[in-house]
């Protein structure tokens, strides 16, 4: 019965790391997404292919062998990342990746029209982004936003493979250490399920905000 209790406070310091870790990699992963998906949208050759290959990359490749790339063969070309660093690295890049298709399709689903009357009214490129598309590209683009956030907070336990100590790692730890396999794990279970409600809230109480007021509902 103790070694159910004591587990508690090693899974707690573990969830800390996971937040951690999906805060961050859910920034790079959003600056990635609107980056690469802009390069994608350019006419500029030496933009939109990189971008293309980046993003080919990171969707058809493994996250774990990324992972093991950025934390053990990155280093012999002198670039030496610690667990977190790397960690949060290859979780924003990866999801990054396939978030950037979701701007890309918001910006493509936007009307020829919009473009021609923003044209029409001399609006600068920046004016054209902030006033007129990213307004209406934005609200599309949250709901798939929401389900792409929720798989990299679940993507977190690949970290555990390089000793970085988050639930998984963690929870791992104990089975370990008590032979107790069904506690820490229904845990972490019930845990990363609480996490994704919170966040899937979270999302969904923004995309209520830049909802139109006169969008449609079934």
Known sequence: MSSSIDFLPVIMAGLT?????????????????????????????????????????FRGTSMVVQLFWAYFVLPLFGISLTPFEAGVLIIGLNSGAYMSEIVRGGMLALPLEQYEACIALNLGRWQRLRHVFLPQALPPMLPPFTNSAVELLKSTSVVSLISLSDITFQAQTVRTQTGDAFVPFAAILIIYYFLATILSSLMRLAERRLRPTSSARI
């Open 17 to 57: 790391l996971t937040i951690k870790l999906t805060l961050l990699g859910s920034i790079v992963a959003t600056i990635v997404a609107f980056a690469v998906g802009f390069a994608r949208l350019s006419n500029v050759a030496w933009l939109s292919i990189p971008a293309r290959l980046f993003m080919e990359f």
